[in-house]
C-alpha cells in the first residue's frame, strides 16, 4: 500500500513537472521533451489505476510516434525561442488567472460535492480488468461502432494532412 | 489509494494546458498544451473506470487518444502550410478571420 502511494506521488510529481515545463519553456523544442516526460509519468498514473493496455498504448502510441511527429516538425519551422513582447495583451494575464480559477473551482466541485457519496476507493475489480484481452473483446463488442467511427477518422485526419502540407504549385510562386 | 487524488492531480494538468493554450503564441506549443488538457481528461476518464470498475472508461481514454493523434496530424500540418507560405508562425499574428 505504501509502495502505491510513493509511486503515485513521484509520478503525480513529475508529470506536474513536465506540464509545467511544457507551458514554461521557451525553446519549442523542449517544450516536446518535457511533454515526453509528462506522457511516460502519466502512463505509470495509468499502471497505478490497473489501465496496463492503456499504459503501454500511451508510451508506444503518444511518447513513441506522436512526439516524433512533433520533433520533425520543429525541426523542420526552426524552434526559435518566442521573442518576449512586453505589449504582450490582457490574455497574457488573464491566462493564467483563469487557470488559477479553474482549478479552484474543478476542486471544489471534485471533493465537495457528491462525489464524496461513491465509494472513492473503487469497487474491486477481476484481475483481467483493463489487460489487452478484455479491452479487446470490449472494443470489438460493446464499442464496435466508436471504434469503427475512429479508424474512418484517423483515415481522414491522415489524407486531410497530406492535402494541408503538400506542396502548392500557384499559391508558392504567388506569394513568394 | 484513493480515487480522488487522481481526479485533483487530472484537474491541475487541464488547468495547467489551458493557461499554456490561453498564454503561449507558437502554434506548436499551443497544440502541446492542448494535449496537456487532453491528457488532464484521460486521467480522470481512467481513474472513474478504476472506480466503477467497468472497462468503458478505458475504451473513451483510448478513443480520446485517436483524437488526440488526429488533431495533431492536421495541426501539424496547418503549420507546416503556414510556414511553407512563409507567414509569421505566431498564433497573433495569424488573425485574417478576425471579424
Redesign the interface.
Known amino acids: ?1 505504501w509502495f ?2 510513493l509511486m ?1 506521488f513521484l509520478a ?1 510529481i513529475g ?2 513537472g513536465g ?2 515545463g ?2 514554461a519553456l521557451r525553446n ?1 523544442f523542449y ?2 521533451l518535457a ?1 515526453v516526460a ?2 511516460i509519468f ?1 502512463a505509470v ?2 499502471l ?4 496496463e ?2 499504459a503501454a ?2 508510451v508506444v ?2 511518447a513513441g ?2 512526439m516524433v ?2 520533433v520533425f ?2 525541426a ?2 526552426g524552434g526559435s525561442d ?1 521573442p518576449l513582447r512586453p505589449e504582450g ?1 490582457a ?2 494575464v ?3 488567472m ?3 480559477v ?2 479552484v473551482e ?2 471544489i466541485a ?2 465537495g460535492s457528491s ?1 464524496s457519496l ?8 477481476q484481475a483481467q ?2 489487460s489487452p484481452a ?2 479487446g473483446s ?2 470489438l463488442q ?2 464496435l461502432v ?2 469503427e467511427a ?1 479508424s474512418y ?2 483515415l ?3 489524407v ?6 503538400r ?1 502548392r504549385r500557384g ?2 510562386e504567388e ?2 | 489509494m484513493d480515487v480522488s487524488w487522481f481526479l485533483v492531480l487530472s484537474a491541475f494538468i487541464f488547468c495547467i494546458g489551458a493557461a499554456g493554450v490561453m498564454s503561449r503564441r507558437n502554434p506548436l506549443v499551443v497544440l502541446l498544451c492542448l494535449e496537456l488538457m487532453l491528457n488532464g481528461g484521460n486521467l480522470a476518464l481512467v481513474a472513474f473506470a478504476r472506480m466503477h470498475g467497468d472497462g468503458g472508461g478505458q475504451i473513451f481514454a483510448l478513443i480520446v487518444m485517436v483524437i488526440a493523434a488526429c488533431e495533431v496530424a492536421v495541426g501539424l500540418g496547418i503549420i507546416v502550410a503556414i510556414f511553407r507560405r512563409r507567414l509569421p508562425v505566431d498564433v497573433d499574428e495569424l488573425s485574417d478571420l478576425r471579424g
Open positions: 500500500m502505491e502511494q503515485f503525480g508529470a506536474l506540464a509545467v511544457v507551458v519549442p517544450s516536446v511533454l509528462h506522457l502519466l498514473l495509468f497505478l489505476l490497473q489501465a493496455f492503456l498504448a500511451q502510441v503518444y510516434a506522436v511527429l512533433y516538425v520543429v523542420y519551422v518566442e495583451g490574455l497574457r488573464l491566462g493564467p483563469f487557470a488559477f479553474l482549478v474543478l476542486c471534485l471533493l462525489l461513491i465509494d472513492s476507493q473503487g469497487t474491486g475489480v480488468f483493463g478484455e479491452i470490449l472494443l460493446k464499442f466508436p471504434f475512429a477518422l484517423l481522414v485526419a491522415a486531410g494532412a497530406v492535402v494541408l502540407a506542396k499559391l508558392e506569394t513568394a
